[in-house]
């Protein structure tokens, strides 16, 4: 299994950029296919963006022209650029392996004046 942890998040200006981290623990990581998910206060999780192990990407219309989801496998790590930040882009963040859908602590991100 792979074990992933957050980091990366804090506050920012509308407009602004912040970048995400996922540093997996488990051997297999480059085998997985990677996502991000973020969650809302009072909110379903939804998902954000995806990569294959190959480096192809999906993004919700929300997000696409200003997130980037990219992944180092020499470093198991995956990330997220976030660029042009808006207020609702607030929520807590998370990565996971796809399919398995399994979420850890996430990092919280709030986009406020």
């Known amino acids: 299994q792979v074990q992933l942890v957050e980091s990366g998040g804090g506050l920012v200006q509308p407009g602004g950029s912040l970048r995400l981290s996922c540093a997996a623990s488990?051997?297999?990581?480059?085998?997985?296919?990677m996502a991000w998910y973020r969650q809302a206060p009072g909110k379903q999780r939804e998902s954000v963006a995806s990569?294959?192990?190959?480096?192809?990407?999906n993004y919700a219309d929300s997000v696409k022209g200003r997130f980037t989801i990219s992944r180092d496998n020499a470093k198991n790590t995956v990330y997220l650029q976030m660029n042009s930040l808006k207020p609702e882009d607030t929520a807590v963040y998370y990565c996971?392996?796809?399919?398995?859908?399994?979420w850890g602590q996430g990092t919280q991100v709030t986009v406020s004046s």
């Open positions: 996971t392996a796809l399919p398995i859908l399994s």
């Open positions: 488990g051997s297999r990581f480059s085998i997985y296919a």
């Open positions: 990569i294959t192990r190959s480096g192809g990407t």
